[in-house]
T-cell receptor, first 115, second 117 residues
Framework: AQKITQTQPGMFVQEKEAVTLDCTYDTSDPSYGLFWYKQPSSGEMIFLIYQGSYDQQNATEGRYSLNFQKARKSANLVISASQLGDSAMYFCAMRGISGNNDMRFGAGTRLTVKP | EAQVTQNPRYLITVTGKKLTVTCSQNMNHEYMSWYRQDPGLGLRQIYYSMNVEVTDKGDVPEGYKVSRKEKRNFPLILESPSPNQTSLYFC????????????????FGAGTRLSVL
C-alpha cells in the first residue's frame, strides 16, 4: 500500500527566507510520481511541482524545488524567498502504477509566512 | 481555458435529501476522480473513473454513487446524505491513468463545501 507522511502540521517562516516542507513516502511500485499542491485559504488545489521516480535531477519550478532522495523515500519541498502569498496548506502526493493509479495525499502542512 | 468545473461551490442540506454535485472538464481527460478533504486526513479518494462507463471505488465510497456517461462529466451523487458526509469535496481529472513517466498531473476543481444538517 502507498502511504504519504507529512510530519509538520504547521510551519512558520520569515518573509524572504527559505523553508523546507517535509514529505516521506512508502511504496512498492517500481515507478511513481511525486507531486506538491498548494491550497490557499480560498480552498482550490494548485499544482506546484512534479518529480518522477526515475528523474535524474531534482525538479525546480521558479521558487519551488523538490529535494528528492529516493533511497530515503523523501520528497521535500523547498520554497525560496518566501512571500506573504505563500501562506497556505501544502500537500505532498504520490501516484504509482499499481492498483487504481490513484493519487495518495499526505495530511498537509500549514505554512505561515511572517512579515 | 483548461479547467475542471464543479457545482455548486457551497451546499447546505438536510439528512436524507438526495443531492448531486456536478463535475465537468474540458481537457478531454480519460481519468476523473472524486475526493473528500477532512481536517488532519488530507484528501481521500471516493470514486474514480478510468474512462467512459468505467468507474470503481476508492478508499471511502460508502454513501456515494457516481456515473460516467460522457467523457467530460463525472457527477457525484449522495442518495441519502448524512452528517458524517459534511466535508470539502474535490473533483479532479488527468490525461491518462497509466502514463506514469509523464507529468500525469491531476487538475482539481475549485471544491464544493457541503454541510449536512
Amino acid at each position: 500500500a502507498q502511504k504519504i507522511t507529512q510530519t509538520q502540521p504547521g510551519m512558520f517562516v520569515q518573509e524572504k527566507e527559505a523553508v523546507t516542507l517535509d514529505c516521506t513516502y512508502d511504496t512498492s511500485d517500481p515507478s511513481y510520481g511525486l507531486f506538491w499542491y498548494k491550497q490557499p485559504s480560498s480552498g482550490e488545489m494548485i499544482f506546484l511541482i512534479y518529480q518522477g521516480s526515475y528523474d535524474q535531477q531534482n525538479a525546480t519550478e521558479g521558487r519551488y524545488s523538490l529535494n528528492f532522495q529516493k533511497a530515503r523515500k523523501s520528497a521535500n519541498l523547498v520554497i525560496s524567498a518566501s512571500q506573504l502569498g505563500d501562506s497556505a496548506m501544502y500537500f505532498c502526493a504520490m501516484r504509482g502504477i499499481s492498483g487504481n493509479n490513484d493519487m495518495r495525499f499526505g495530511a498537509g502542512t500549514r505554512l505561515t509566512v511572517k512579515p | 481555458e483548461a479547467q475542471v468545473t464543479q457545482n455548486p461551490r457551497y451546499l447546505i442540506t438536510v439528512t436524507g435529501k438526495k443531492l448531486t454535485v456536478t463535475c465537468s472538464q474540458n481537457m478531454n481527460h480519460e481519468y476523473m476522480s472524486w475526493y473528500r478533504q477532512d481536517p488532519g486526513l488530507g484528501l481521500r479518494q471516493i470514486y474514480y473513473s478510468m474512462n467512459v462507463e468505467v468507474t470503481d471505488k476508492g478508499d471511502v465510497p460508502e454513501g456515494y454513487k457516481v456515473s460516467r456517461k460522457e467523457k467530460r462529466n463525472f457527477p457525484l451523487i449522495l442518495e441519502s446524505p448524512s452528517p458524517n458526509q459534511t466535508s470539502l469535496y474535490f473533483c479532479a481529472s488527468s490525461s491518462s491513468a497509466t502514463a506514469i513517466l509523464a507529468k500525469n498531473i491531476q487538475y482539481f476543481g475549485a471544491g464544493t463545501r457541503l454541510s449536512v444538517l
